[in-house]
């Protein structure tokens, strides 16, 4: 694997022979590693995407495009060379509001020693992490997440500094 921009650009293109048209892609974002310790600093970014697929057959591909990155699923939360998420079909909630919100609520400890054994959507953590809503503002500011009410800007806004100044934009 090369740099993790360049792995970045590479799954991109495998999401377009996919199938997908990329309507937009963000910035690239320096980010902490999440957990903390949990290996090298990431490389993140987002992309708004549109595709014929419904959201088991787009997790499907994204989990094959990791793989044909070289990634491992080994440890949750682990390592990884490349990490593509899912993290909302329009305003879809699935499986169920009550589910969604045991996860979205599950505390930090909790979600490292447990993996759903179905897709949740929109992800139940997006709310809560800067690397993923200051990429996602570039892309989709004004989208609403389903459950809380609110746009993506106010999510952002909602963290704390500290958190929205670890995520800086790559050069």
């Known amino acids: 694997m090369g740099k993790p921009q360049e792995t ?8 377009q022979t996919s199938g997908a048209v990329i309507r937009a892609t963000s910035a690239f974002y ?11 600093d990431y490389v993140n970014a987002a992309a708004w995407l ?3 697929w419904d959201p088991q057959t787009a997790l499907g591909v994204l989990h094959r495009i990791e793989a044909q990155m070289g990634r491992a699923r080994v440890q949750r939360w682990g390592q990884r ?6 993290l909302a079909c329009d305003d879809i909630v699935l499986p169920d509001r009550q589910t969604h919100k045991m996860w979205r609520e599950l505390p930090l400890e909790a979600q490292i ?4 054994e179905q897709l949740i959507l929109p992800h139940p ?3 809560d992490r800067a690397f993923v809503l200051v990429p996602l503002a570039d892309v989709a500011p004004n ?3 389903p459950l809380l009410g ?3 800007r106010a999510l952002l806004e909602a963290l704390p500094e500290r958190d929205r100044a670890e995520v800086r934009r790559l050069q």
């Open 8 to 15: 970045l650009k590479s799954a991109l293109k495998l999401l």
């Open 30 to 40: 320096h980010t902490p590693a999440f957990p903390a310790g949990a290996g090298p």
């Open 50 to 52: 549109e595709a014929p």
């Open 81 to 86: 060379t490349l990490d593509l998420d899912l």
């Open 113 to 116: 020693g447990r993996t759903p």
């Open 125 to 127: 953590r997006l709310q």
């Open 143 to 145: 989208w609403v997440h």
């Open 150 to 152: 609110k746009p993506v």
